[in-house]
């Protein structure tokens, strides 16, 4: 089958039983976010690692991807565009379970910043629950929006770096606020003296929170 999103993949050697969705942040791409799978995989044998590329050219890196533009400062604009992304994404999901015979129980949507605020966006927003959704360093897009069409509890990881000048750290506490009130199951961890990056301890305690859920 060919998915509607351009996607790097590594597969097991095992039956593929489960599947994590990786989503890169703004003016990244699959293979940058496909990293997060060279440690993951040892310890999930059979599990797939599926990495779209956004469906957009980056306006600001032509050589990356965007799942929303960012270049207008203007909430109604960026919100339609994240639901027109959501829609494509979740195409997308339906294909990989299609061809992978899973369903979202077997999935965890994982992202990093625009990526992580996808995974919330497409996990809290489907039929069914997801495996899990872990998000690094990223942020609820209008909670107000999300409020309203929340449909499932999936559990949610929230990692983000206490430095991180691109997107705050108050976001995950106002994130996780969100999900408390939305009786979501929620943990996080903030990494200490860390930017908007990824660091191993944040992939180390992402991985253990994957292995207890899928």
Known sequence: MTFCLKSKIIKPEKEIKNAVILLHGYGGDGNDISMLSLNWKRHLPNTIFICP???????INPSGYQWFDLTKDDPNYILKETKKAEEILKKF??????EYNLTNSNIC????SQGCMMSLNVGLTSEDKF??????????IDQNDLKKRVKNLTDVFLIHGELDDIVSPTFLLEAKDFLIREKINVESHLVKNCGHHIPIEA????????????
Request: overall charge neutral.
């Open 53 to 59: 590329n956004g469906h957009e050219t980056c306006e």
């Open 93 to 98: 999901i339906n294909e990989i379970k299609e």
């Open 109 to 112: 949507l994982s992202g990093f």
């Open 131 to 140: 495996s899990s959704i872990v998000g690094f360093s990223g942020k609820i």
């Open 203 to 214: 992939s180390s305690l992402a991985l253990n929170y994957i292995l207890k859920k899928i």
